[in-house]
């Protein structure tokens, strides 16, 4: 038997990652500085490791309910209450997952097969496209634009509408521009959808992570709020990714089906990192608004960085990433990023790996020591300075 | 104003354009605000915190427990007073409890610490007593951890 032939194509044939070859030319450059990893560079804040810690030692060892501890969903109820004015019932409406990722792959496999489409903006989380493939479903892309500071236009939306779209993904605040969404910009996006049998996933990991303006859901509007399913997690708002811990909220129906292809695909999510995410959403509110601070910080250095260096840069509100453009260097974006690695020393990601229109863009992410992010920048500006000499 | 004393507080050695950068500000309105908090003694000094153990400097720390009378009309802001003139007193707080200041004093050596309260801080007339505890050893001293620095042990890129 030859085991490659056994595999499913749709998963034989789905790339592990479009800039694979980057990859490995960022593990080889040890010493380089690093704005490309999108992960927070804080530890989980020590009373909630703390937390854990107490949980194992009572002994809380075991699978939790499938749907996660009722305590928690109590918790996250509120919680999203009291930040973004939703209302879930906990006992129905709110399902704890192994991540936004687990969230994002059982939403899909419940709502849409062979036959469906799923509407996908791009640049976005590489996550969106290959869950949908492997459902059988058909991603259709829009391809957001930098002149409308990478929103959802409702003009995209109706031109990429046909009767097979079953679901639109809406990633904001976006991984990789940094985009948001703000309130009358989601009002024109629930217009389009008021009156159509389509779900909106919206995407909303990065929820706690805005500048400025306090995040809106399109949750919020009251004709949107039934066909909404909102995915947020811990991993970056009390910066847990290793703990693989989300949640999604939404209609009691879908609910139940994701309930469903979760129990028999894992059971439960781990048992201490939820006794670790109650007492996140109990005491965690003081260190989500210090290290939104930093963040914001960090990001308007990088933003200035960048600007100096003379790449454009539209001014990212959300997320902890930064997606100039770098098509006046006259390098592509796999280019610009190897060039600047070895050149230099500073790794950031090429912006077709979200998608192709991400080409022409670089994602840096500030999820870095101040030191580190000013140190890159002064190395950026030298790198755009010897090859903009180069064009002339 | 709140959020530059929370960034000088984390790194004393910050430029004023720095801070003008990260908060969206002019350095100049960064640089009169910094002096206006310097006059009104809401900043202090730019001290420098630093792990004298790996140093060939021998520094020993006590933490004094002091019982005293204050005195009338002023309390133990006088008592305290002539406490904290002493060079070798690095800290000195009025406490609630037992006894009435903690006073932390540095010397070159645990004789010089203790000749310290023997001869200058004990004979004071307002002193009833004093209870001297040895620093045997710091982890962390304003907000900051003494052991190295962690590794960042995150993936190189994570998308």
């Keep these: 038997m030859n085991m490659r032939d056994m595999i499913l194509p749709v998963v034989r044939d789905m790339p592990s990652s479009g800039i694979r070859k980057f990859f490995d030319l960022v593990n080889e450059v040890k010493d380089a500085i690093s704005l490309s990893i999108g992960e927070p560079d804080f530890l989980t804040p020590w009373h909630i490791r703390e937390a854990a810690i107490y949980s194992l030692e009572k002994g809380r060892t075991r699978y939790s309910p499938n749907a996660g501890l009722l305590e928690l969903r109590k918790e996250v109820s509120c919680y999203v209450k009291r930040k973004y004015g939703l209302e879930y019932d906990p006992e129905k409406e709110i399902i704890i997952t192994v991540g936004g990722s687990e969230a994002i792959d059982i939403a899909l496999r419940s709502l849409v097969g062979p036959g469906d489409e799923v509407i996908i903006p791009e640049p976005s989380f590489v996550a969106y496209k290959p869950c949908t493939v492997f459902t059988g479903a058909t991603p259709v892309t829009v391809e957001l634009k930098v002149e409308h500071d990478f929103r959802l236009q409702p003009e995209q939306l109706l031109e990429a509408i046909t009767d097979r779209t079953k679901v639109l993904i809406l990633p904001y605040p976006n991984n990789p521009t940094g985009a948001v969404m703000f309130e009358e910009d989601l009002r024109k996006i629930a217009d389009v959808l008021k009156d159509r049998d389509i779900v909106v996933i919206s995407d909303e990991i990065y929820a706690e992570l805005t500048y400025g303006k306090r995040h809106v859901s399109i949750a919020n509007f009251p004709e949107m709020k039934e066909k909404t399913l909102v995915i947020n997690g811990f991993s970056k708002a009390f910066s847990m990714t290793g703990w693989r811990l989300g949640y999604a909220c939404g209609h009691p129906s879908l609910i139940e089906a994701m309930y469903k292809v979760h129990q028999y695909a894992i059971m439960c999510s781990p048992t201490t990192s939820q006794h670790a995410a109650i007492e996140a959403l109990k005491n965690g509110d003081d260190h989500v608004d210090a290290m939104v601070r930093e963040y914001n910080r960090r990001r308007r250095v990088m933003v200035d960085g960048f600007r100096r260096a003379g790449l454009d840069c539209f001014e990212p509100l959300g997320a902890f990433y930064v997606f100039p453009c770098i098509r006046t260097t006259g390098m592509s974006s796999e280019e610009f990023c190897e060039r600047l690695l070895m050149e230099e020393k500073v790794a950031v990601v090429p912006g077709n790996a979200f998608g192709k229109c991400g080409e022409g863009f670089v994602r840096a992410c500030y999820a870095a020591s101040m030191e580190n992010i000013i140190e890159a920048m002064k190395r950026i500006q030298n790198f755009t300075i010897k090859h903009s000499k180069e064009l002339v | ?159």
């Design chain 2, 1 to 159: 104003m709140e959020e530059i004393l929370e960034i000088l507080e984390k790194n004393s050695r910050i430029s004023d354009e720095e801070i003008a950068l990260m908060l969206n500000m002019d350095a100049d309105e960064v640089r009169s605000i910094r002096e206006k908090l310097e006059k009104e003694n809401i900043i202090l000094a730019y001290n420098t915190i630093i792990n004298w153990e790996k140093t060939k400097k021998e520094t020993v720390t006590a933490l004094i427990e002091v019982k005293v009378t204050p005195q009338r009309g002023q309390g133990f802001d006088k008592v305290a007073e002539r406490i904290y003139k002493f060079p070798e007193v690095k800290s000195c707080y009025l406490m609630s409890g037992d006894f009435d200041l903690t006073v932390i004093v540095e010397g070159k050596s645990m004789k010089e610490v203790a000749l310290f309260v023997a001869q200058k801080l004990a004979p004071l007339e307002s002193v009833l007593s004093t209870s001297t505890h040895f620093v045997l050893k710091k982890y962390k001293a304003e907000g900051t951890i003494f052991e190295e620095k962690e590794q960042d042990d995150r993936e190189a890129v994570i998308l």
